[in-house]
């Protein structure tokens, strides 16, 4: 377990997460340990779990549907099962296994979830309302190893990697929060990998909960409604570029040069531009008709959004002979990140020139930053700041 340099930050910001290893792990971790956390589980596993503690098969579909369609995060409420059957569920199994520590609420309807698991590790979640659909920004890790200047996140570490169950959980506490238990949601929801952590480095766990989560009887949200984005890590978006029922691919690039990316987002030293932008390409050529993929681009004011740089990362894409939109994300400062957003007129110059050499770039709005919520500030802040930010005990 890697300790927090927390000298490195800003005295409140830690506060939670400092507490999180003072408070004792307790029996609950012991207990949780042994049980079967069954919001990971598919609907096909579920089957077999009941099958082994002796139900017949019809119990399983019965419990996934209560699980992940009726998003029920206790057996005591799942009263249509026999009382036995829920006591020997509660011995064995669990149908929950983060509990929300904070929940905030931003001035613009965007909801951030300070959970922690059952082994006091704190995970981030982020519920952003729009008119025509909802977004649910979900973590991938505890934390994150990848040391990215400009990302609050990294100044975590790695704690741990989130299990399956632990990421759909996240949804399911998002959706129910913002609907009340089980309601449908009333506009489509999408998912993005955007929270804390690097999900290529929690590969299994992120297609298994993909894969739980598009099941018509469950959340029903389909791998085409969920996109990932990755720092990178090169192996596995050429193993993505394989997989059928994959989800959609966001590339963060935040630099047109290696000598940049390398400060940047050290991921870089481990595979450069050229072998990113190569295995880019190869995914690219398996997108279907209407496809695409997104290059993220963080603009931090006078480091890598100048008008040279524009057409720097216009000439590298065009290039490799990527057709990928480019979405520019303005930096979301946190006090202790030595960036600043570039200003808007400088965002648009950019979009311009990359657009004069024929580019796709949208402007990515940034959302929830009065309560620490928007790309990049996920790092269990337990303050909110910023004007109408009002918080909420969880
Ligand atoms: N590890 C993954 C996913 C988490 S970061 C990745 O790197 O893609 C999600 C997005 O937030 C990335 O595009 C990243 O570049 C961006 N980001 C990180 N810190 C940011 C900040 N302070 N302001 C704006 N965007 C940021």
């Not at 590969?203 to 909960?209: C, E, I």
């Not at 309560?371 to 918080?391: E, K, P, R």
Request: hydrophobic share 40%; net charge neutral.
């Amino acid at each position: 377990m890697k300790r927090l340099a927390s000298q490195n930050v800003g005295p409140d910001l830690f506060t939670v997460y400092d507490s999180l290893f003072t408070s004792n792990l307790n029996a609950r971790t012991d207990e949780m340990d042994k049980l079967t956390d069954l919001v990971g589980l598919s609907q096909a596993e579920l089957v077999g779990f009941v099958q082994q503690i002796g139900e017949p098969a019809y119990r399983g579909r019965q419990i996934f549907a209560a699980v992940q369609h009726r998003r029920l995060r206790s057996f005591d409420e799942m009263s249509d099962l026999p009382k036995a059957l829920r006591k020997r569920l509660r011995e064995t199994a669990t149908a929950s296994t983060l509990t929300v520590e904070s929940r905030y609420l931003s001035a613009d309807g965007t909801r951030r979830f300070l959970m922690k698991t059952h082994d006091n590790f704190p995970v981030e979640t982020v519920f952003i309302p729009e008119e025509r659909r909802d977004t649910i920004c979900f973590s991938s890790q505890s934390g994150c190893p990848l040391q990215c200047t400009f990302c609050l996140t990294a100044q975590l570490g790695l704690l741990r990697s989130l299990t399956p169950g632990e990421i759909v959980e996240q949804i399911i506490i998002a959706l129910n929060d913002a609907y009340g238990v089980g309601e449908k949601p009333p506009r489509g929801t999408n998912l993005v990998g955007m929270g804390a952590g690097e999900p290529f480095l929690n590969f299994d766990s992120l297609l298994r909960a993909t894969r739980i989560m598009a099941d018509p009887q469950g959340l029903f949200i389909v791998p085409h409604r969920v996109t990932v984005s990755t720092a990178g890590v090169v192996p596995r978006i050429r193993e993505l570029a394989t997989i059928p029922d994959r989800p959609n691919l966001a590339i963060s690039l935040a630099a047109p040069t290696d000598e940049l990316r390398d400060v940047l987002m050290p991921i870089n030293k481990k595979w450069p531009l050229e072998e990113l932008l190569g295995a880019c390409r190869e995914f690219e050529q398996t997108l279907k008709a209407g496809e695409r993929f997104t290059f993220e681009y963080v603009m931090l004011d006078g480091i890598n959004d100048s008008d040279e740089q524009a057409r720097q990362l216009a000439n590298l894409l065009n290039r490799h002979d990527l057709h990928a939109k480019v979405n520019l994300i303005p930096h979301n400062p946190a006090d202790p990140l030595p960036y600043q957003p570039s200003p808007a007129t400088r965002v648009e110059m950019f979009k311009g020139i990359l657009e004069s050499k024929g580019i796709h770039t949208f402007v990515r709005k940034p959302r929830g930053r009065d309560i620490f919520a928007a790309c990049g500030q996920l790092a269990a802040v337990t303050q909110t700041v910023g004007l109408g930010a009002n918080s909420q005990g969880g």
